[in-house]
């Protein structure tokens, strides 16, 4: 075993070419799935925790009622005692905020925007004192200031108000349908511009005080959602389990969700990207087994004389077909160390400073809530898959030109040239 082990190790060193070529090529295949898988799941985690961060929450209590009909924000089936509930999710050490959700026309005055309109737009009322223990768009304003809760004001997506021409001061009007069917009209000025790290809200957001909405709209305390947040290593079963524990008590008829069943769109969306991506992977290593078979065939069809003296010194076929097999061993080894070695450096500026993908992300929906910097990660199961899967591909890759060589008999390997 030892001469075997000897002679694959003086067979890579006296064909340094061959080996340096074929490394190489297995390195920069290596290097590419790791840069590639380490952006895509960059990207998913960042978009969940965007999602999170900016549209759903971790928890969302909601009627059932509403939550059957939710894609028309029915204000009429709402919660009756938002405020008793918060109080005792916030005893029990839960940040808790209420929102209203309701669609309304929003009209545009040509003094202000050079034309009159109207476009229909989904508005958010907030809890000023309590949704920036939930959301963080206070964090991401851009112009102008948060929302005040007596008065008449709006905060706007960066992306929207680009769309419509929006700015600082501009007064708008929203026609909406209340509590009970009549429809009001809400006068607003915009305070204030986001620019949040989710495009999704960043293309339609507009915010406004919930105390507004409860007068104008006759909500009579009641809101269409209560959002909670919990920490990235939270079990949402486990926290939605208890959270009905202490609801259920205030108040009947209640559907708790997490933020995954809210984001089942998304989600599915992430699946199959994850799918298309294995697909892509899959076909590298097709190309690089390929390359590395080729490299093989073409190695031991020039030395079939070679191979042919050493069966007539009476090496049996097995011990030919490994020292083969242990020599493109080697040069997967040599190629996964150095791919491995290569794309964990790379890989590097991408966790800490990402890539700005925000030239082609503005005006296109990719799927991720991602605007523009899309970082990478770390994901050391995919790494030790890249060094295990160049080293067995490699010897895999040999076995199969060593296996047709050797089916070739002494003397035609003697006289082959």
């Given at each position: 075993m030892?001469?075997?082990i000897s002679?694959?190790f003086k ?31 960059g990207?998913?985690?960042e978009?969940?925790r965007?999602?999170?961060w900016?549209?759903t ?10 939550w ?10 709402g ?17 808790a905020?209420?929102r ?41 304003l ?7 809760p ?6 706007i997506g960066?992306?929207f ?16 349908r209340?509590?009970g069917g ?11 511009i ?11 957001l ?21 959002n909670?947040a919990?920490?990235?290593r939270?079990?949402i ?15 009947k ?21 994850r ?9 590298v290593?097709?190309?690089a ?6 490299t ?16 007539a010194?009476?090496?049996?076929d ?15 080894l ?9 794309g964990?450096?790379?890989?590097i ?17 990719i799927g ?16 030790l ?12 890759s ?12 002494i ?7």
């Amino acid at each position: 075993m030892k001469f075997i082990i000897s002679l694959a190790f003086k067979n890579l060193t006296r064909y340094k070419r061959r080996t340096i070529i074929t490394a190489i090529a297995i390195a920069i295949g290596l290097m590419m799935y790791i840069i590639v898988d380490s952006m895509l799941m960059g990207a998913e985690a960042e978009s969940m925790r965007n999602l999170r961060w900016y549209e759903t929450a971790s928890i969302r209590i909601m009627n059932t009622d509403y939550w059957n009909d939710r894609l028309s924000f029915p204000l009429d089936e709402g919660i009756q005692h938002p405020d008793k509930i918060i109080e005792v999710l916030q005893k029990n050490g839960y940040a808790a905020t209420s929102r209203i959700q309701f669609f309304a026309d929003m009209i545009l005055y040509g003094e202000d925007f050079g034309e009159d309109g109207n476009i229909p737009a989904l508005v958010t009322a907030i809890d000023t004192e309590s949704d920036n223990d939930v959301f963080r768009f206070e964090h991401t304003l851009v112009k102008g200031t948060f929302l005040d809760p007596d008065r008449h004001e709006a905060v706007i997506g960066s992306w929207f108000a680009e769309d419509i021409g929006a700015e600082l001061g501009y007064h708008i009007t929203l026609l909406a349908r209340g509590k009970g069917g009549f429809f009001e009209a809400i006068d607003v000025k915009i305070v204030g511009i986001v620019n949040c790290p989710n495009p999704n809200v960043n293309r339609s957001l507009l915010m406004v005080p919930i105390q507004l909405i409860d007068d104008y709209l006759a909500m009579e305390k009641t809101v269409t959602e209560i959002n909670i947040a919990l920490s990235d290593r939270a079990d949402i079963n486990e926290e939605i389990e208890k959270v009905k524990q202490l609801v259920d008590p205030i108040e009947k008829n209640m559907t708790i969700v997490g933020w995954e069943e809210l984001a089942q769109d998304f989600l599915a969306i992430a699946e199959a990207k994850r799918g298309g991506t294995s697909i892509i992977l899959l076909l590298v290593f097709i190309i690089a087994a390929v390359g590395i078979s080729n490299t093989m065939l073409m190695a031991i069809y020039e030395r079939i004389r070679e191979l042919g003296m050493m069966r007539a010194l009476g090496m049996s076929d097995s011990q030919i077909r490994l020292t083969f097999i242990l020599e493109a061993g080697g040069i997967g080894l040599i190629g996964s160390i150095i791919g491995v070695l290569l794309g964990v450096l790379a890989n590097i500026p991408m966790v800490v400073y990402g890539f700005n993908f925000s030239f082609m992300l503005r005006d296109m929906d990719i799927g991720y809530r991602i605007q523009s910097i899309m970082h990478g990660s770390w994901n050391p199961i995919s790494i030790l898959v890249a060094f295990l899967s160049g080293f067995i591909l490699s010897m895999v890759s040999a076995w199969i030109p060593t296996r047709r060589a050797l089916k070739m008999d002494i003397p035609k390997c003697l006289q082959y040239r």
